[in-house]
Every structure is written in C-alpha cells, then in structure tokens.
C-alpha cells in the first residue's frame, strides 16, 4: 500500500483526539455502563486517555514503540477496572510491533494491531459474541487485513460502527455485564463503544476523510 501509513505526529494526533471524542462522549459510554455495569467506562477511559495525551507531550519519545509504551503505561497507571489493563495492552502489544520504527506502513500497523487483538484474548480470554470490546475487534480487523487499500480502509470504520451496534442484542459472556445474564441485551456494550470509537479515529490520522459517527445518538 502506498501513501497510507502513521508516523509519530498523526500517533500524538491520534491520541489528542481520541482522548478529546472519550471526552465529549464520557456522559453516554457512562449511562450505558450503568445500564450493564458500574457507570464508570467513560470516566475510565477519559481519564486514562487524557493522562496519556499529558505523558506523550512530557516524553517526546523518539519513535512509535516508544510512543505506544508511554501510552500503555499512563493507561496502567491511571484506569482502573477492565478496561485499564485491557487498553493497556492494546498498546503494549502495538507498541512491540512498531518498536524502533519512526513511521509505520499499513502493513506494521495491521500487524501490531493483530498483536493487541490477541493481547485482549490472552488477558481477557473472551471470544467473539460474548459482548465485550472484542466483538468489534475481530470484525474490524479481519476486514482491515482483507482490504488494507485507502479507498476500502475507509469501510472499516463502517464495519466497527456496525459491529458496535450489533452488541446491543447479545447478552453478555464476560465482564461485569455478564451477572445480568439474558437482562444485559438491550444495551450496547461500552467497550464496544469506545473500541468503534478507537478504530474511527485511528483511521482518520491514517488516511483522513472518515466522516464522524454520532455514537451518542446511534447507542442511546
Ligand atoms: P469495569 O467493568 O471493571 O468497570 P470498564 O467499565 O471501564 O471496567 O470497562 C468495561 C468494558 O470492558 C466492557 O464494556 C467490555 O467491553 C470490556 N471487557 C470487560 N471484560 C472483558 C473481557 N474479559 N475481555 C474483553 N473485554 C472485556
Ligand atoms: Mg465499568
């Protein structure tokens, strides 16, 4: 693939505004983790991302891996619950794959995120359908590497925004959600949520041109 990559400025871009959108979408990922859950989703994942956003500016670090380091460690740091050690090793993983790389092509990127998708199943031994964040991780990703040219990358946000939505239905196998049983249907997941967030504004630092998707009116 030509002209489609990541280099350490659109990583810090990408970071800036996905810790910004967890903000402005902090109010409905919390009201669907109350609906599931604790409450708390949005608040974990704003915070943690804000802190990210903070240590990224301090450190300056000098390539991708170290960059994803510096990202997985204010999330281990600074989130409790599921989602801290999960995110966390989402870009522990990633941060393996892009280590010493300056810019990364779709190629390392595809790589490195299949490495954080089997870092969540290690760490939380779910499976697809169980309602949880990798529900939208498998699809997204399976359709990512089957069609990592510009014009198809765009359709990926649609297949994680879909796959978000498609959580609402299914009752949920792991996580806290999964103590209501059959009650658990009828609401998105909230990973699920923030993960369709994560993959639309990973793809707008790759690629630019993805139109916003209005989660907060999609998930409520
Ligand atoms: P907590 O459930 O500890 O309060 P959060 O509310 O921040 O943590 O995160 C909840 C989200 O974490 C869920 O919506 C789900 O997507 C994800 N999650 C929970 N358990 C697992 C698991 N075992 N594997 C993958 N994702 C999980
Ligand atoms: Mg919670």
């Given at each position: 693939?030509?002209?489609?990559?990541?280099?350490?400025?659109?990583?810090?871009?990408?970071?800036?505004?996905?810790?910004?959108?967890?903000e402005?979408?902090?109010?409905?990922?919390?009201?669907?983790?109350?609906?599931?859950?604790?409450?708390?989703?949005?608040?974990?994942?704003?915070?943690?991302?804000?802190?990210?956003?903070?240590?990224?500016?301090?450190?300056?670090?000098?390539?991708?891996?170290?960059?994803?380091?510096?990202?997985?460690?204010?999330?281990?740091?600074s989130?409790?619950?599921?989602?801290?050690?999960?995110?966390?090793?989402?870009?522990?993983?990633?941060?393996?794959?892009?280590?010493?790389l300056?810019?990364?092509?779709?190629?390392?990127?595809?790589?490195?995120?299949?490495?954080?998708?089997?870092?969540?199943?290690?760490?939380?031994?779910?499976?697809?359908?169980?309602?949880?964040?990798?529900?939208?991780?498998?699809?997204?990703?399976?359709?990512?590497?089957?069609?990592s040219?510009?014009?198809?990358?765009?359709?990926?946000?649609?297949?994680a925004?879909?796959?978000?939505?498609?959580?609402?239905?299914?009752?949920?196998?792991?996580?806290?959600?999964a103590?209501?049983?059959?009650?658990?249907?009828?609401?998105?997941d909230?990973?699920?949520?923030?993960?369709?967030?994560?993959?639309?504004?990973?793809?707008?630092?790759w690629?630019?041109?993805?139109?916003?998707?209005?989660?907060?009116t999609?998930?409520?």
């Amino acid at each position: 693939m030509i002209g489609v990559g990541m280099n350490l400025e659109q990583f810090a871009n990408f970071i800036h505004d996905y810790a910004q959108r967890l903000e402005a979408l902090k109010d409905t990922l919390n009201e669907l983790d109350n609906r599931i859950g604790d409450g708390d989703h949005g608040t974990n994942m704003a915070r943690g991302f804000h802190t990210a956003q903070q240590q990224l500016q301090a450190k300056s670090p000098e390539d991708l891996g170290a960059a994803c380091n510096v990202v997985a460690m204010a999330l281990l740091g600074s989130v409790g619950g599921a989602s801290g050690p999960l995110y966390g090793t989402i870009f522990m993983k990633l941060g393996g794959a892009l280590k010493n790389l300056a810019q990364a092509d779709i190629e390392q990127l595809i790589e490195g995120l299949q490495a954080a998708k089997t870092g969540i199943i290690e760490r939380g031994k779910a499976q697809f359908g169980d309602k949880t964040m990798l529900d939208v991780w498998e699809p997204t990703l399976e359709y990512v590497t089957a069609h990592s040219c510009d014009e198809e990358l765009l359709q990926a946000v649609m297949v994680a925004r879909i796959a978000a939505l498609e959580t609402r239905d299914r009752v949920a196998k792991k996580g806290r959600a999964a103590y209501l049983g059959p009650r658990s249907a009828g609401t998105c997941d909230p990973g699920s949520v923030s993960s369709g967030l994560f993959f639309e504004v990973l793809i707008s630092a790759w690629r630019g041109g993805v139109e916003t998707i209005p989660w907060e009116t999609l998930v409520l």
